[in-house]
């Protein structure tokens, strides 16, 4: 009996996922185990075994659908077996805004000596031709009256049409006596597609998109970039946002950091100043707990978590994601280094397990990879707090001596909720970060 392979519920609240890869096609031989698809999640790519051995009868989705939890995938059984999913399904013509009913209706018209302006001047939107309707639309293509061929309009209008390329023939003017105005051209120009594109076997030819200014493109929100959205808007509705800015001198830092990452290299680890602050924000959040915490809304308790699971955001093509390093504060200033570089990786390659992007407490951002000095972050709901580093520089200053001198500096930002701590709070915590980084040997001993 063929088997129906639906979208699995896999837990962490998705509820769909896009389709990336097909790996089998109609009609190939599979086992039991063997990787049929892979879906993009908004927490990552997910395998898609096979349930059975047998043969592929029906696919149900092409690479970039979204496909929703318990949506059928594909269907598995013997050559010549049909689904009772795949049963259910009837051939369906879709055109949009009439019917075929009404398309017919049009053509014994057409001959009218003059036509009325009905809801079915619309251009028709279709997807998939055949039979009456198929017929039908050609004949719509053949009959002048349909799109007559001298448009009324002004030069200027001629003028707009030309540069964003319509042709006024296949326009219904709104105007008086059926004048297309300006306004006409640019609504015709925001249609995807049109009738009088129907070339040969129902193929439809795809043309720019305009609104009432100019040309533009559509981008689908899906994906990795569709759940960060919903995350952002969840943080920022829920958690009023305030941000602490201030800088902190890494001279010294940045001095011991060039010594060691010779040595570091020798040992497969490319050495970042990430894991110094990463050290550096746990001495402080051990000092400063409410920043390591989170708000539970219904018991209206303030959780302090004792463990420290630190974000470090990785910026990827498909958007930021925050692979989460667990029990920071156990691991050597190597080891996190060493973890970094593969969570990257992983990150920007899609292979991150579900799990890597769990159970954070606290999120660091390094937007000064790319450029910047400050920021304000979004934070990671439900944690209290989000760090943001900015470009380190070197800035000039007066030492204790009153002598002038080029030290290297890092701007950071500090994001948080305001429900949980306030700015005093938030400054101590900032002043003692700025301590631990300013004058590091404990963290280096540590890190040894």
Known sequence: MPVDFKFPDVGEGITEGELVELKVKEGQMVKEHDVLLKIETDKAVVDMPSPASGTILKIYHKVGDTVKVGESLVTIGKPGEVSQQSAKEQPVTQISERTSTSVMGELEDADAPERKSTQADKPIIATELSGPAKHAAAKMQENKEIYPQHALATPS???????????????????????????????????????????????????????????????????????????????????????????CDVTVLWNHREQEKAKAEKKGVHLTFMPFV???????????????????????????????????????????????????????????????????????????????????????????????????????????????????????????????????????????????????????????????LEDPDELLIEGK
């Open 157 to 247: 209008v001629r003028r707009l049409a030309k540069e964003i390329n319509i042709n006024l023939e296949n326009i219904h003017g709104t105007g008086l006596n059926g004048r297309i105005t300006e306004e006409d051209v640019r609504k015709y120009g925001s249609t995807e597609y049109s009738a009088h594109h129907l070339e040969g076997e129902g193929e439809i030819k795809i043309v720019k998109k305009y609104d009432m200014w100019g040309y533009i493109e559509h981008s689908p929100l899906k994906g990795v970039r569709k759940a960060i959205a919903k995350h952002m808007v969840q943080s920022a509705y829920t958690a009023p946002h305030v941000t602490h800015m201030d800088e």
């Open 278 to 436: 990463i050290k550096a924000c746990i001495a402080a959040l051990k000092e400063y707990p409410h920043a390591n915490s989170s708000l539970d809304d219904e018991h209206e308790e303030i959780i302090l978590k004792k463990y420290y699971n630190i974000g470090a955001a990785v910026d990827t093509e498909d958007g930021l994601m925050v692979p989460v390093i667990k029990g920071a504060d156990q691991k050597s200033i190597l080891d996190i280094s060493k973890e970094l570089e593969d969570l990257a990786k992983k990150a920007r390659e899609r292979s991150l397990d579900l799990m890597d992007m769990k159970g954070g407490t606290f999120t660091i951002t390094n937007i000064g990879s790319i450029g910047g000095l400050h920021a304000t972050p979004i934070i990671n709901y439900p944690e209290a707090a989000i760090l943001a580093l900015g470009r380190i520089y070197d800035k000039v200053t007066v030492n204790q001596q009153e002598k002038i001198v080029v030290r290297k500096y890092l701007p950071f930002s500090l994001a948080f909720d305001h429900r949980i701590f306030d700015g005093a709070y938030a400054a101590r915590f900032a002043n003692k970060l700025k301590q631990y």
